[in-house]
């Protein structure tokens, strides 16, 4: 088993399931996989075929794809930190609930949250708020992990910092379910220097723990640091860098970390209408550790 653990967003369909996801993850040379169980934007959610995982779960141990290491991301759109309307608030614990039972029946063992936005209610209420749904969701000892992600801190967001997660994680009942996915893009908006990457992955040993990371997700940013403003870009194409980026994936302390990357589709023409995903391409930059200033060209053709 290779040690890069590298993949990518990849969709997720009523018709095809679960297979259609490990599908396209291998049409990118990916040996693993991140996907939301329905559209991000709401929480609409289909039933789950058996028949179909049990078809996925074959696929991926022909293609040495190990669940263990697959992710599902919740909507963003749910908000653990705001609890001004009491109905909201319990709309947010049962829908995650109603994930992590998703989660059960999928295989998936890692699911990936956004900590929440406090929406003029307080940093201290809305991470006491998070605290309080997570232990609400949480409430078995046994079951998958939910992964708080890092947040660039646009708004109100809360978990910008290594110090807010730290707060988050010690309020948590059920220590084993709990872990961070640390997105390198928002890290750097947030304000931390990922020129100086093993200063940053030193604090956050100190701080959480390097034992508490369930995943990365890795991005370039369009943002100078500490902008708070939250824009993927493509590998090697942003702030951050690919050298940076490269000395991420493959730190010697986070070997056999799932790596997801969220970067941007590109656009055939300059527009909106036609964008295709770089994973492939990314993954193969990624493999071969060296940049290639084309990238982006080799796509739109591959893609005409």
Do not use: W
């Not at 708080?148 to 309020?171: N, R, S």
């Amino acid at each position: 088993m290779e040690d890069l653990v590298i993949g990518s967003h990849v969709s997720y369909n009523k018709k095809e399931g679960l297979v259609g996801s490990v599908k396209e993850a291998l049409s990118y040379n990916a040996n693993t996989f991140m996907f939301y169980t329905g559209a991000p934007q709401n929480t609409v959610r289909g039933p789950i075929d058996e028949n179909v995982v049990r078809e996925a779960k074959k696929l991926m141990e022909e293609n040495n794809i190990d669940i263990k290491n697959v992710v599902i991301h919740a909507p963003y759109i749910v908000n653990l930190a705001n609890d001004k309307e009491e109905e909201k608030f319990n709309f947010a614990v049962n829908f995650l609930k109603g994930e992590v039972e998703r989660a059960k029946k999928l295989g998936i063992n890692l699911i990936v949250l956004h900590p929440g936005s406090h929406v003029g209610l307080g940093k201290e209420r809305g991470l006491d708020n998070i605290i309080k749904g997570l232990n609400l969701v949480l409430d078995e000892k046994d079951g998958p992990v939910i992964c708080l992600e890092t947040m660039a801190g646009k708004g109100t967001e809360l978990g910008t910092t290594f110090e807010d997660l730290k707060y988050i994680i010690d309020g948590i009942e059920n220590q084993n379910r709990i872990m961070v996915c640390i997105d390198t893009c928002h890290i750097h908006d947030a304000g931390y220097d990922l020129n100086n990457f093993d200063e940053v992955l030193e604090k956050f040993d100190k701080i959480i723990g390097i034992d508490k990371i369930g995943c990365m997700h890795i991005n370039d940013s369009k943002n100078e640091i500490n902008s708070h403003k939250d824009r993927h870009d493509n590998i090697g194409f942003g702030i951050i860098g690919f050298d940076n980026l490269m000395k991420i994936i493959y730190h010697k302390k986070l070997k056999g970390i799932p790596m997801l990357l969220e970067t941007p589709y590109v656009s055939m023409d300059g527009g909106k209408d036609r964008t295709y995903p770089p994973y492939k391409f990314e993954i193969g930059m990624i493999r071969n550790q060296k940049y290639d200033s084309n990238l982006l060209t080799k796509i739109r053709n591959y893609y005409k």
